[in-house]
């Protein structure tokens, strides 16, 4: 009776300890600052988009959210594609080249990533790469491929040996083998990979932090921090804001819960 | 078929962090007249003998992670012992308390720095209006508390994705240990230190290991909620070596730092997991 007691007390607890600061926040795009204040709790009197409107008025909000989504975009396509291809190499072809190859690799998983923050800026700035999207891409691929690869060659290591070699038999290239075989039946990999991939690289804050300084490049996190400085405690703008970069993990979210909650636990180190 | 995924790592992980060794034994300051001075080991004598601020971060960063390992490790568990099950009402909490992850840091500062405002913010509402004004303080305004609310935070944010990693783990323990145990008469607590937490050890030794890197590589956060301040209070390695590089155009000095920040992470995750398999395999 007791245990049950407080089982229920400290679940109850955590649980308002996330759902109150998130409806607060949620409300308070749809308040004034000054109801946020005095009635952080209560819903909103409508349900009216003045604050959203006013955020896209200031002209802060369409580059960083399309350059948000540009880098994020082919930073996942591009590392998945890599990643699955090196895993497969690694986990079916399995010769010498592929142990050197797994444990260069591994190399990049127990060093953290943020090492290379001020050699990749100087190299950065030599080749002309900072305050470009590119640059940004780039970066993003050779963060996430060691964590990638391994958690892809995990998942290739798993599958049937035979239907590899039965395809072999037949007379499948490894290229045939990659396309036919592995890839479609890592569906489930490759998503729960794609979606952890994606929300490092929507919320990644450091690199472009670094990198750029030209308005017209920034990501939605930079916006973010700006906000911070600009809006202080206005915080009808900054909730605001807060909501509409969190919509698209929001929407993701609720959409394929199983896959991301697997892509985001197989990549705690990283994220 | 690995060659493309391995040009890009080569060039851009593996050079960097080898070229990153080099620099740390230069001083430059980012002036492309001035060439790169060899100073040998010299960045590093330097930051453990004479600078107050770097064997600050260092410290704040140790005593950031204890506490970060200690309550997020300690109530990860706690709640997948609780929610090891599949209802729906567990993974209905499951999911609930997984939420903030899927969040950015930025986000996540910028939602506890509304919380923590010491005069509008909901904590200090909350408390003043249940009469315990002196409990109202200026969370992250003064050196004293102002780490402890950044744990606090870092708790909020990863708890939930710690838990999951547990759950998949207990729910591997064959519940027939659980039986036989209730059938000599075990307590829930007689259970959970009998079974749950030597069979749950390898598990341990994951969150634990994940949740030290996550706190040594808390940039995003402390970057968004305190940079650093007030007083260098919530400074971590991090944050430090980010301002040193681009701020104090101390490149080589900073490229020290980082190979120190290294050095640091690895042993004490190795440390870690050797103090955890001993554990282990004594019992």
Same mark, same amino acid.
């Given at each position: 009776m007791?245990y ?22 949620i409300?308070g795009?749809f ?10 709790l ?16 200031s002209?802060?909000?369409?580059t960083? %959210? ?12 591009i ?6 291809? %090196? ?16 444990v ?5 998983l ?7 923050i001020?050699?990749?800026y100087?190299?950065?700035v030599?080749l002309?790469?900072?305050n ?20 892809m060659? %995990?998942?290739?290591?798993?599958l049937p ?5 039965v %395809?072999g ?28 991939l ?14 750029i ?23 009808? /703008? ?10 698209? /993990?929001?929407? /993701? ?6 896959s ?6 197989q990549?705690?180190v990283?994220? | ?15 960097p962090?080898?070229?990153?060794l080099?620099?740390?034994?230069r001083?430059?300051?980012g002036?492309?007249e ?16 004479n600078d107050?601020?770097?064997i ?13 390992v ?13 929610l ?14 997984f ?29 003043n209006?249940?009469g ?11 050196s ?22 547990y ?5 591997q323990?064959?519940q ?16 959970f ?82 103090t ?8």
């Amino acid at each position: 009776m007791i245990y049950k007691t407080i089982k229920g007390f400290l679940l109850s607890v955590f649980a308002l300890a996330i759902i109150i600061p998130c409806s607060i926040v949620i409300m308070g795009a749809f308040k004034t600052d000054l109801k946020i204040i005095s009635e952080p709790l209560a819903l909103p009197e409508s349900w009216n988009f003045d604050n959203f409107k006013r955020l896209v008025d200031s002209g802060s909000v369409y580059t960083p %959210a399309k350059n948000s989504l540009i880098v994020a975009f082919f930073s996942v396509f591009i590392t998945l594609f890599l990643a699955s291809l %090196a895993a497969f190499a690694i986990a079916r072809l399995i010769t010498v080249t592929g142990k050197v190859l797994f444990v260069l690799f591994s190399v990049g998983l127990a060093i953290p990533g943020q090492v290379n923050i001020i050699p990749i800026y100087l190299l950065f700035v030599d080749l002309g790469l900072t305050n470009s999207l590119t640059g940004l891409v780039l970066v993003n691929i050779a963060l996430t491929l060691p964590i990638s690869i391994f958690i892809m060659s %995990a998942f290739f290591r798993d599958l049937p040996k035979e239907m590899f070699e039965v %395809a072999g038999i037949d007379g499948a290239g490894p290229w045939r083998v990659y396309r036919s075989i592995a890839l479609p039946l890592s569906r489930p990999a490759i998503g729960a990979t794609g979606i952890f991939l994606f929300v490092i690289c929507w919320n990644d804050l450091l690199y472009p932090l670094m990198l750029i300084t030209r308005e017209d490049k920034k990501t939605l996190p930079l916006t973010l921090i700006d906000f911070r400085g600009e809006y202080l405690t206005e915080y009808s /703008m900054i909730f605001t804001a807060i909501v509409v970069a969190s919509l698209p /993990m929001i929407i /993701m979210y609720i959409a394929f819960q199983r896959s991301f909650i697997a892509g985001l636990t197989q990549g705690a180190v990283k994220g | 078929m690995a060659l493309p995924a391995f040009a890009i790592y080569a060039v851009l992980y593996l050079y960097p962090a080898l070229s990153n060794l080099l620099w740390a034994t230069r001083r430059w300051d980012g002036n492309p007249e001035s060439e790169p001075e060899a100073v040998g080991f010299r960045n590093f004598t330097y930051m453990f003998t004479n600078d107050d601020v770097f064997i600050q971060s260092l410290g704040n960063n140790f005593r950031f992670m204890i506490l970060v390992v200690i309550f997020q490790t300690g109530f990860s568990l706690l709640f997948a012992t609780y929610l090891t099950k599949n209802t729906r009402t567990t993974i209905f909490l499951r999911t609930l308390y997984f939420f903030p992850t899927i969040l950015s840091s930025v986000s996540v500062g910028l939602i506890w720095l509304a919380l923590y405002d010491p005069n509008y913010g909901f904590i200090n509402a909350s408390l003043n209006a249940l009469g315990f004004e002196s409990l109202a303080l200026n969370w992250l305004g003064d050196s004293r508390y102002a780490l402890y609310a950044l744990a606090v935070t870092q708790v909020w944010f990863h708890t939930g994705q710690m838990m999951v990693i547990y759950v998949a783990g207990l729910q591997q323990i064959p519940q027939e240990l659980y039986e036989a145990a209730q059938v000599d008469g075990a307590s829930k607590w007689q259970q959970f230190k009998h079974v749950t937490w030597p069979m749950a050890l390898p598990t341990t030794a994951v969150v634990v290991a994940y949740t030290t890197i996550q706190t040594f590589r808390a940039f995003d956060l402390v970057y968004t909620m305190t940079n650093g301040g007030p007083l260098n209070s919530t400074e971590i390695l991090v944050t430090l070596i980010y301002r040193n590089a681009f701020f104090g155009y101390q490149y080589g000095y900073a490229a020290a730092q980082t190979v120190v920040l290294v050095v640091v992470v690895l042993s004490l995750t190795w440390l870690q997991r050797r103090t955890l398999r001993l554990d282990y395999g004594a019992k």
